[in-house]
C-alpha cells in the first residue's frame, strides 16, 4: 500500500462517518432532545398549574 | 455489549467534536434549517392532529358517550354555522398550557389502556368525577375557553331573552365565569340511577366501617330508625341528617345512644330541633315514644319572643344500629355543600348560605327545590346544611 492510498481510504472513512454522525444528529438525537425538551416544559407547567392552580382570565 | 456502546459513543463524539473535513461549511448549514424547519412543521401537525376532533372521537370511550350528546346540542349546528369542537372547550388555546394539557392526556392513555370507561356503565359510573375535573377547570380559569367564542363585552342584552338579560347582565357585570350557569351545556349531566347521590354514598360508604366508641359524639350520615330496646323492635322515631349523638352504651353492633334537642309544647312534641327557637330538625319521634317519659327527660319551657311559642329542651335515649355514624361531621357537609352548589348554580350563583338565616332557609329553599333533580332525602340534608350555615350560625354575621 503506497501513502496515497492510504490517505484515501481514511479521507473516504472520514466522509462517510462525517455523513452518518451528522445525519443520526439532526434526524435523530436533535429532534429526540427538542421533543423531550418541551415534554418537559409542559409537564413542568402541569405541575405548576397543580400546586398554584391553572391561569385566569381577569 | 456495553464497551460497544462506549466506542461507538465515543467515536460518535470523536467526528462530532471536530471541525467537518468533507462535507462543507454551507451543505451542514443547510441541512440543519432544513432539518430545523421540518421538524417544526412536523411537530406542529403533531399538535394541530391531536386537537382535532377526529383524533377526541378516535377512542370510542370519547366517541361513543360525550360525542354522541354533543350532536344534540347547539353547539354541533346551529343557524350560524358556527362549530365548537372538542377541543375547542377542553383543551388551553395558549401554547404553553396546551403543552400542559398533552402530557396530561398521559392520563387518558393510561385510562385507555386499563379501560377504565371502556363500557357504558362504567362511564357513568365515572362521569360525576370526570366531570367535576372539567368544572373545577372551568371554575378556576373563569371559563377561558367558552371566552375564547364568546365574551359578555359583545353581548346585546336586548337581543336575548328576558330570563338571560336577567341573570346575565349581573352576572357580567361581576364577570362571573359561563360554567357557574351552564352546566351541562354540551354533554348530559351526570346522573345518578342507583336513588342515592353519589356524593353521599360515598360518605355513608365511609360510615359502615366506622366503629363507635363510648363516650364518644357523632354524627348520623343518613336517616335511620331508633328504636326503644336494644332487641331494635319497637321504633321510637326516625334521626335526620347530622343529628349529634353521645355513645352511652354498647353491645355488639348495636349502640344506647343520646341525643339532645329541643320541641315545641305545642302539640305531640313529636319534632325535635337542634337548637332552642330554630327549626332545624334532627329527629322526629313516633307518636307514643314522643310522650314516655322512661325515654325522654324534659327540662325546663322557656318562650321564644320571635314567635311566641314555648320551647323545651329534651334528651332522649335510644338503640340503634352502628354503620351509620361518623366522628367528623364536616364530611358529611362537604359533601352537602358539593350537592348544593352543583343543583343550585345552575340558573343563578348559588346564594352564600348565611345570607339567609336558619328559620328563613326552608321557605327559601322549598320553593326553589322543584327546579332541581335532588331526591327528597338529598333535599333534607342540603336544607340542614344551609341551615346549620346560616347567618345564625356563620361566623363573622350576626
Redesign the interface.
Known amino acids: 500500500m503506497t501513502n496515497k492510498d492510504v490517505a484515501e481510504r481514511t479521507e473516504k472513512q472520514t466522509a462517510s462517518s462525517e455523513w452518518l454522525t451528522f445525519l443520526v444528529f439532526t434526524l435523530v438525537i436533535l429532534p429526540g432532545i427538542a421533543v423531550a425538551a418541551i415534554g418537559s416544559y409542559g409537564l413542568a407547567i402541569w405541575i405548576y398549574q397543580m400546586i398554584y392552580g391553572p391561569p385566569i382570565v381577569g | 455489549m456495553i464497551t460497544k456502546l462506549k466506542n461507538l459513543a465515543l467515536?460518535?463524539w470523536r467526528?462530532?467534536s471536530k471541525p467537518?473535513?468533507?462535507?462543507s461549511l454551507g451543505v451542514?448549514a443547510f441541512?440543519?434549517f432544513l432539518?430545523g424547519i421540518v421538524?417544526w412543521g412536523g411537530?406542529n401537525t403533531a399538535m394541530e392532529m391531536t386537537n382535532t376532533e377526529q383524533f377526541c372521537i378516535g377512542c370510542h370511550e370519547m366517541r361513543d358517550n360525550v360525542y354522541v350528546e354533543l350532536q344534540d346540542t347547539i353547539h354541533y349546528t346551529n343557524r350560524t354555522g358556527v362549530r365548537a369542537t372538542c377541543p375547542d372547550c377542553h383543551v388551553?388555546h395558549?401554547w404553553?398550557?396546551k403543552?400542559?394539557?398533552?402530557?396530561?392526556a398521559s392520563k387518558e392513555v393510561f385510562g385507555w389502556v386499563f379501560g377504565t370507561i371502556n363500557t357504558k356503565e362504567k362511564f357513568e359510573a365515572k362521569r360525576l368525577e370526570l366531570a367535576q375535573h372539567e368544572w373545577a377547570?372551568f371554575a378556576?380559569?373563569?371559563?377561558?375557553e367558552c371566552?375564547s367564542c364568546h365574551n359578555y363585552d359583545s353581548m346585546d342584552w336586548e337581543k336575548m331573552s328576558p330570563a338571560a338579560k336577567f341573570y346575565m347582565q349581573p352576572a357580567s357585570e361581576r364577570?362571573v365565569g359561563c360554567i357557574e350557569c351552564h352546566k351541562g351545556i354540551a354533554h348530559h349531566l351526570p346522573i345518578n340511577d342507583s336513588g342515592v347521590n353519589p356524593i353521599l354514598a360515598k360518605v355513608e360508604q365511609g360510615a359502615t366501617s366506622q366503629t363507635l366508641e363510648e363516650g364518644k359524639q357523632y354524627f348520623v350520615v343518613k336517616p335511620i330508625a331508633i328504636y326503644e330496646d336494644e332487641d331494635l323492635t319497637k321504633q321510637a322515631g326516625t334521626l335526620s341528617y347530622a343529628a349529634p349523638v353521645k355513645v352511652i352504651e354498647k353491645k355488639d353492633d348495636k349502640v344506647k345512644l343520646q341525643l339532645k334537642g329541643w320541641r315545641k309544647d305545642k302539640g305531640f312534641g313529636r319534632v325535635y330541633h337542634s337548637d332552642f327557637g330554630k327549626n332545624i330538625r334532627v329527629a322526629v319521634m313516633e307518636k307514643d315514644p314522643a310522650q314516655n317519659p322512661d325515654l325522654i327527660s324534659v327540662g325546663l319551657s322557656q318562650n321564644d319572643p320571635a314567635t311566641g311559642l314555648d320551647w323545651s329542651e329534651v334528651t332522649v335515649e335510644f338503640w340503634a344500629k352502628e354503620g351509620a355514624f361518623i366522628p367528623d361531621v364536616a364530611t358529611l357537609w362537604n359533601a352537602a355543600g358539593e350537592i348544593y352548589s352543583s343543583n343550585c348554580s345552575t340558573c343563578h350563583a348559588q346564594p352564600d348560605p348565611a345570607h339567609f338565616d336558619a328559620n328563613s332557609w326552608p321557605a327559601q329553599f322549598n320553593g326553589m327545590v322543584g327546579f332541581t333533580s335532588m331526591d327528597p332525602s338529598t333535599q333534607a340534608l342540603v336544607l340542614t346544611y344551609l341551615q346549620l350555615h346560616s347567618s345564625d350560625y356563620a361566623e363573622g354575621t350576626h
Request: aromatic share 10%.
Open positions: 467515536s460518535f467526528v462530532m467537518a473535513t468533507k462535507i451542514l441541512g440543519g432539518t421538524f411537530f388551553p395558549n404553553s398550557h403543552v400542559a394539557r398533552k402530557m396530561q377547570r378556576a380559569n373563569n371559563s377561558l371566552r364577570n
